[in-house]
């Protein structure tokens, strides 16, 4: 049991200080600052990151709040006063809470109960036990207190004019009124008002008196009280006005005696409450927590991250993928965004480079995001990034060499790591920066390489950074382990701060110091020393550089060609479908004119049959032949039922092909300056002016374009641009091949969308196709709102126009129309 406590008290203090060093305390100063509660700050600057799965519930209901303050304008901001130190008190038999208590505990019930009210007025999307203790039938009914407090204290803290205290009031104003006339006498009068300092009456001990200059004390007949410090002024009672001062001085005690018996009997009210506001106030506190925490995420503008996708056990989410997608320090003004990719097979990333080049912030990044994510806190990087969850974050970053204790920067980080060994499990996350560094570099590597696979074999997740060179060919040879560097600009001898997965990096050491004005001499012979030694190494890494672009190049056009092959199947595919279609209409033909044939030759064969059957031919042989004749039109339309399912399966074919055409005609297409696009989620139209300088090279796969829409020009990767050429081309081929005549067209082309559009009385497939592309036009043309009116009928047109609308990401909001325009069978539209 022992060992245990001082692990667990290792790991407690281990955490603590990697939660200095990475400046989490600051963001939960920052976080504190959004609580309108003094309690429920204090509890978020002395938080720690929850290192369990509870985090992922706190930070659901963050969310839920997060939304409801996005969607709502009335959120109530009232300060909420600090009580929880008044609740022993309350819970003590005989305790009287004074005026500024009582009023303190009324207000924060009032203002707890708008609060929670607010939030149950919100759209909450989940299930969770701290939403249902805010529902009525949980939570403690405090209602009746504050109303008790509210009757005897008013809205600004004072005592009520009360019966008990009106008689009383009425006679201190009285002798109040007799006293004033009393001291009057001497205020008023020239020949006193030469002996006083002052003609406005003083205070001493409750009582009224007169400041009288020293030499004149004995002209005025009273009780002296006090003396200045000058010894000037003497501050006298006049005798006259004694006993109106003893008569008002009784009747202030008694008012107090009687404002001191409505306080006990308020505050024995309050006592037999006092389970429930105790409990009223636990869920108030943690509710303005999980505010102030919704609030701060608002304000910093950030997104939360998810989990990884496969959770299937509670292990599996500590170790799966992490992806952090242009990702900012919270604490740098201008923080460069880094990205940080991670598998799941991949334990530790290995991270080298020059110095400067961001390595360390890079560590403290991950480091500082992972625990504000589980502190239930929005960070500052794009949609889409992954984080699972870690059981200890644990980090030895920079020099803490320390002279008290006699340590070099050397033991000094062997101490902190021996510490993180020891704590460290498969689910915690380890930040190791510059490893091995401070000593002999032979044996530094050594004891480097050795850390890595004790933590690699504890299944660790790991961030390293390093110029040890040996620390390189590691991470080539050493399952679990992927090497990255931090990319450098070798025409300007600066950092890009872009983390290149893959490839180990240069220290760059001597550029580096050449840049900042090291003699020139120095640096020369600095390259000569290292020169025999270092010559293949760098040119291994130049050629891994090169070669990792070559390949990225030969993916590029890899793709290209792939969907190039795709769509010239398609193409050929559509090619047969269409021409099958005319030889169906061919045939449709043929068959007309057999009807045709059929309807002459029943009329003929009848006429024959009348003659013969004036000619005495017997019954038997008059239905021989219009048996033949109903043969004749049963084969007919056989024929004709047999051709239009042929119909039906090539158009649906065709529908098939034009829709995969049409998801890949951006994909085969090349862009050029000067092309028509639409580009962005909006598919705003515009023309593209050139290639983005800034991304040049930086993305080969999915380089950047500046659009001009309207007056602006903005930069979108490739993939998010249609050719507006492209997309023409595909619209005119499903026009021409469209098999609903009678229904209204929605002109792609051109992308405008029918306000209103009709498919009452359609066959169902037709009718949803219609529904979807008019969703696309009124994308592309900016179309925001329109209708559909699909009838009452059964309700089956109706439920698949809303389970459509219900699924497609671009509807925001769909609902039905007023009774005098179409009521239920006719439903309004709002897109994104």
């Not at 091949?737 to 929605?746: I, L, M, R």
């Not at 009452?792 to 459509?804: A, E, F, S, W």
């Amino acid at each position: 049991m022992t060992n245990t406590k001082k692990i667990n008290t290792d790991k407690k203090t281990l955490s603590e200080k990697t939660q200095v060093l990475l400046e989490y305390p600051q963001i939960m100063e920052k976080a504190a600052s959004h609580s309108v509660s003094e309690e429920a700050a204090a509890i978020i600057k002395n938080s720690q990151p929850a290192y369990d799965d509870s985090s992922e519930i706190t930070k659901k209901i963050v969310i839920a709040i997060h939304s409801i303050i996005k969607s709502r304008n009335d959120e109530p901001r009232s300060w909420l006063p600090s009580v929880g130190f008044l609740i022993p008190k309350i819970e003590t038999e005989g305790t009287i809470l004074d005026l500024d208590e009582a009023f303190a505990v009324g207000l924060f019930i009032e203002r707890g109960e708008e609060l929670r009210k607010w939030i149950l007025k919100g759209e909450i999307n989940f299930k969770d036990q701290f939403f249902d203790s805010l529902s009525n039938n949980n939570f403690p009914e405090c209602g009746a207190v504050a109303s008790e407090i509210f009757k005897i204290i008013d809205k600004e803290g004072n005592i009520r004019d009360l019966p008990a205290l009106r008689a009383i009031k009425k006679r201190i104003i009285s002798l109040e009124k007799d006293l004033k006339g009393a001291v009057s006498r001497y205020t008023a009068d020239d020949d006193y008002k030469r002996m006083l300092q002052s003609a406005v009456p003083s205070q001493r001990d409750g009582r009224t008196v007169l400041a009288v200059k020293v030499n004149f004390r004995g002209r005025i007949p009273g009780i002296v009280h006090e003396v200045s410090s000058s010894g000037q002024t003497i501050f006298i009672e006049p005798l006259d006005a004694v006993e109106k001062n003893n008569d008002l001085l009784l009747e202030k005690r008694n008012l107090d005696a009687e404002i001191h018996k409505i306080l006990r009997e308020l505050t024995e009210n309050i006592s037999i409450h006092s389970d429930e506001i105790k409990k009223f106030h636990a869920i108030i506190i943690e509710l303005e927590c999980y505010r102030a925490k919704a609030k701060y995420s608002l304000a910093v503008k950030g997104n939360f991250t998810s989990l990884p996708a496969n959770e299937n056990s509670a292990n599996s989410i500590f170790a799966q993928s992490l992806l952090l997608k242009q990702a900012r320090h919270p604490m740098l003004k201008n923080a460069v965004p880094i990205n940080i990719e991670m598998n799941n097979t991949t334990r530790a990333l290995i991270i080298t480079g020059p110095n400067t080049g961001g390595k360390t912030v890079a560590l403290k990044t991950l480091g500082l995001l992972s625990m504000m994510n589980q502190s239930a806190l929005a960070l500052p990087l794009d949609e889409g990034s992954i984080l699972p969850l870690f059981d200890g974050i644990y980090a030895d970053i920079g020099d803490e060499q320390s002279i008290d204790q006699s340590l070099s920067t050397f033991s000094a980080h062997i101490t902190n790591i021996s510490a993180i060994t020891s704590a460290a499990s498969e689910k915690s996350l380890v930040l190791l920066d510059e490893l091995g560094s401070g000593t002999d570099p032979q044996e530094g590597g050594a004891i480097a390489m050795a850390v890595l696979d004790f933590l690699i074999e504890k299944k660790s997740r790991m961030i390293v950074t390093t110029h040890h060179g040996i620390l390189k060919h590691y991470g080539f040879t050493r399952k679990g382990v992927e090497n990255a560097s931090v990319e450098f600009d070798t025409q300007t001898l600066s950092p890009t701060y872009k983390i290149i997965n893959g490839l180990p990096g240069e220290s760059k050491a001597i550029d580096i110091a050449a840049a900042n004005g090291l003699d020139s001499e120095i640096v020369a012979t600095a390259r000569n020393y290292i020169d025999d030694e270092k010559s293949d190494v760098s040119e291994m890494i130049k050629g891994l550089e090169e070669k990792q672009r070559e390949l990225a190049g030969l993916e590029k056009k890899s793709v290209i060609e792939q969907n190039k092959l795709k769509e010239d199947k398609r193409r050929t595919d559509l090619k047969e479908l269409q021409l099958r279609q005319k030889e169906a209409e061919l045939k449709r033909e043929s068959v007309g004119s057999l009807n045709n044939f059929l309807k002459e030759s029943r009329k003929t064969l009848e006429n024959l049959v009348r003659e013969l059957k004036e000619g005495e031919v017997n019954r038997e042989q008059t239905l021989k032949v219009k048996e033949f004749l109903n043969e004749l039109a049963r084969n007919a339309e056989s024929e004709s039922e047999s051709l239009a399912m042929e119909e039906r399966s090539i158009r649906e074919e065709i529908h098939k092909q034009e829709k995969k055409t049409e998801s890949t005609s951006d994909e085969t297409s090349s862009f050029a300056p000067g092309m028509e696009v639409f580009a962005g989620k909006s598919k705003q139209r515009g023309k593209i002016i050139r290639a983005d300088k800034k991304s040049s090279g930086k993305n080969i796969i999915d380089p950047s374009w500046l659009v001009e829409i309207g007056s602006l020009k903005i930069s979108f990767p490739e993939s998010e641009l249609i050719l507006a050429a492209a997309l023409n081309q595909t619209q005119s081929v499903k026009k021409q091949n469209s098999f609903t005549s009678w229904a209204a067209e929605v002109d792609m082309s051109s992308a405008n969308a029918a306000y209103e559009l009709r498919i009452r009385g359609m066959r169902y497939e037709e009718a949803m196709e219609l529904v979807r592309r008019q969703i696309e036009a009124a994308i592309l043309s900016g179309l925001k709102h329109f209708a559909v009116i699909h009838g009452k009928g059964h309700g089956i047109l109706r439920k698949g126009v809303h389970d459509i609308l219900q699924a497609h990401p671009a509807v925001a909001e769909f609902y039905f129309s007023r009774p005098e325009i179409g009521g239920y069978g006719r439903t309004e539209v709002v897109l994104k």
